[in-house]
């Protein structure tokens, strides 16, 4: 009797709601594969520094998504900011459909902000690759309040029904543009300002090469995304139902899959081809940067244009990582070229080869060039990227600009030298490699050093040997 007595509309919101908090927690678990990847992308010496901040970007952005962003981004408004719905309290998280949230008609107001506030902290996430290894601790707690606001302002404009660029029917199903292109641009500001590493590009200005130092951990953060990107684009379709059919997130995620696998291989047949070495870290980023173009494609494309995609990303990702080298900007994780340069070429995408009865059926612009013979959703998509890039880079660069001038980002040459684990932190993400523990692995081939890192004094090293003495 209690069954026959809930409407189907009220299982239908109860089904949509435990989906799309399910999809949420996957896409805040890509943290952790951030943590892994960045950590093993970079050297020992920042390894605890690089993995710790995704646990700070994400604290410090989910307080300031729900006090501000969240508003900005799906608040009533007009077509550039949304006005309403800060710092939302009982009522406005647990109603579903009504003001100022009522685009979420499927789920309450609390299942939207914990949807969209992890794809903040995704891109946030993606601001620091490319600032590794230099920058001040503090700088993430204040450009990531600010970068906040930045990001939510653009998801106004994609996302919100009210929003200018969704009204002229731009297609980014779950945010080539609006998650990945903003943190790369936002990223490529800060490692501009901030300039190379120590020693990154000699005297003649080659680039010499930094390894990271785990490419199994590499390799586990590379699965992990992966995983979770089956909650960043299924989830996107908030209810079970939306879309042309029911269950067609099952689509999407398929889509997702087929696209990574594409980029994968493409990504390690470039670098055999250019390197002439199948080489593992770019595999890794020709997966990634299928993932990220297919973002913007997921919910709009058919399984053989998901393959073209994936493998143009694998070559973007190899060839761009190199030009980026090239050309003096020093990206340690490569997050100009995996999430800049494939977020455009996913979101592009949509305008080459969507599908016309899926955008249709998603009321989401139309079909691309390919099966329209019609430039007109390619060029919205072009709009959309440019007015994109002039506002987040804009703002991003004058803000980093500003910081470095009146306090400077970057910490000094014996801090970096150092590393960021012992400098900002206090200790060390491999301690036994430098700080050598009676028992404890490096004992011995370590014993010469010190906490800091520099050669003991012969007394302290004496102190350090087991006693002889009866």
Same mark, same amino acid.
């Given at each position: ?13 109860? /089904? ?28 020992? $010496? ?8 995704? &646990? ?5 952005? +989910? ?16 077509? !550039? !900011? ?13 109603? &579903?459909?009504? $003001? ?25 996430? !993606? ?14 707690? &204040? ?132 390197? $002439? $070495? ?45 030009? &980026? ?23 592009? /995408? ?9 955008? +249709? ?89 010190? /906490? ?19």
């Amino acid at each position: 009797m209690l069954s026959a007595a809930i409407a189907n509309k009220d299982l239908l919101i109860a /089904a949509s709601t435990i989906w799309v908090v399910v999809t949420a927690v996957l896409v805040m678990f890509m943290q952790a594969g951030f943590a892994f990847l960045e950590a093993g992308l970079t050297r020992m $010496k920042n390894a605890g520094h690089i993995a710790g901040k995704n &646990v700070l970007i994400f604290a410090v952005c +989910s307080i300031v998504y729900w006090a501000v962003g969240f508003g900005l981004a799906f608040g009533d408004g007009n077509g !550039i !900011i949304g006005t309403a719905g800060f710092f939302p309290s009982v009522n406005e998280l647990v109603a &579903v459909g009504q $003001k100022p949230f009522d685009w979420f008609s499927e789920i309450p107001g609390a299942a939207g902000y914990l949807f969209e506030v992890v794809f903040a902290g995704v891109s946030l996430a !993606i601001v620091w690759g490319a600032m590794a290894e230099r920058a001040k601790l503090w700088v993430y707690f &204040v450009f990531g309040v600010l970068f906040t606001g930045i990001y939510s302002i653009t998801s106004h404009w994609i996302w919100s029904p009210h929003g200018w660029l969704f009204s002229r029917g731009m297609q980014d199903f779950a945010g080539s543009t609006v998650v990945h292109y903003q943190g790369a641009l936002a990223g490529l500001a800060g490692a501009l300002i901030l300039g190379p590493r120590i020693g990154k590009f000699g005297h003649d200005g080659r680039a010499n090469p930094i390894p990271g130092h785990n490419i199994p951990y590499a390799v586990l953060g590379t699965i992990i995304l992966w995983f979770g990107w089956f909650g960043f684009n299924p989830g996107s379709t908030l209810s079970v139902h939306s879309g042309p059919t029911f269950g067609f997130f099952a689509y999407v995620a398929t889509t997702t899959n087929i696209a990574a696998a594409a980029g994968g291989l493409g990504g390690f047949l470039t670098a055999w081809i250019v390197l $002439k $070495k199948p080489d593992i870290s770019m595999m890794l980023n020709g997966v990634l940067a299928a993932l990220v173009a297919i973002t913007a494609a997921s919910g709009f494309v058919a399984p053989w244009a998901c393959i073209v995609i994936g493998l143009v990303s694998g070559v973007i990702a190899v060839v761009g990582v190199i030009g &980026v080298e090239r050309i003096g900007i020093d990206d340690p994780i490569g997050a100009v070229a995996v999430h800049g340069m494939s977020g455009v070429w996913g979101t592009l /995408a949509c305008g080459l080869f969507t599908v016309p009865s899926l955008a +249709s059926k998603l009321a989401t612009g139309g079909g691309g060039l390919v099966y329209s013979g019609s430039f007109h959703q390619l060029g919205v998509q072009a709009l959309g990227l440019v007015a994109v890039g002039a506002w987040t880079f804009g703002a991003s660069f004058s803000i980093l600009w500003s910081l470095n001038k009146l306090f400077g980002i970057r910490v000094d040459h014996e801090a970096e030298t150092l590393g960021l684990d012992v400098s900002e932190h206090g200790m060390w993400g491999y301690p036994e490699f430098y700080i050598p523990v009676p028992g404890g692995y490096g004992t011995e081939s370590h014993a010469h050093l010190g /906490a800091s890192g520099t050669p003991r004094t012969a007394v302290a090293a004496a102190a350090m040997r087991p006693s002889t003495s009866p």
